[in-house]
Each structure stands twice: as C-alpha cells, then as structure tokens.
C-alpha cells in the first residue's frame, strides 16, 4: 500500500468536526450563577420548573467562605436546583429587598417567591436536609 493510499485512508475515517446541536433530548442540568445582579436574580429565580438557591454572601464573610463550598457540593449537576450567589456588597438593593440583615442568608425561590430560607453557616448535613425540603 503506498503512503498516499494510506494517508487517504486514515482521512477517510478520521472524526468529522462536531457541529452544534440544535435541540437536546437531555434533563437540564444545574446551574451555578456567580456574582449574579439583578437581570440575572431575576431571570433564574422567575423560572417555573426550577428552584433557584440563592446564597447572599460578602467577600469579608467568614462563615459566607465556610458556607458556599458546601452549597457548590450539594447542587449536582442532576438536580433540578439552581445556584445564584449575590455580592451584598455590590447588590445592596436586592440584599435590602429580601431583608437581609445577617450573612450569609441563603433563600430558596420558585415562581419568583421566596419559599424557604436559613441563616447562618450550616453544617453539610442540615444544608441537605434544607436541600431534600425543597423537592
């Protein structure tokens, strides 16, 4: 077999490029919204089929640091949960609007409304429990 012939061959069966797919038979997977303002708040947590965590947090926060590896941990990709982290610091109107007064204050949404909240750094097992509430 000559070298053209092989190369020609290996071509032949090489991968085609990928091309964008234009619809997916697939579940929606979780979604984590970092640093979120407020057209993003808005968008994730009006959704109808989901439930939007959403953890206000400040950088200078000690039991924000301790409390968002923990919610990142517990949001699989499998869920129908979504993740949004507000800055308090930067969305000072939306941490006003929810009342928030100590941190971190994590609220659960679904429809647009407040469903379910706590505050303070949890530990792993009663933040999964508050996770299991929701479904």
Known sequence: MSSSTKLLRTFRHAP????????ST????AVHYLNADKDI???VTSSS???AIVDFYADWCGP???L???LERLTPDES?????TINTDEQIHLAAQFKVSALPTVIAFKHGKPI???VGALPEPQVRKFFDSLN
């Open 16 to 23: 085609t490029p990928f091309s964008p797919r234009l619809f």
């Open 26 to 29: 697939s579940a929606r997977r």
């Open 41 to 43: 708040f808005d968008k």
């Open 49 to 51: 089929d989901r439930v």
């Open 64 to 66: 924000c640091r301790t």
């Open 68 to 70: 968002s590896p923990i």
């Open 80 to 84: 129908n949960l979504d993740l949004v």
């Open 116 to 118: 379910k909240q706590f």
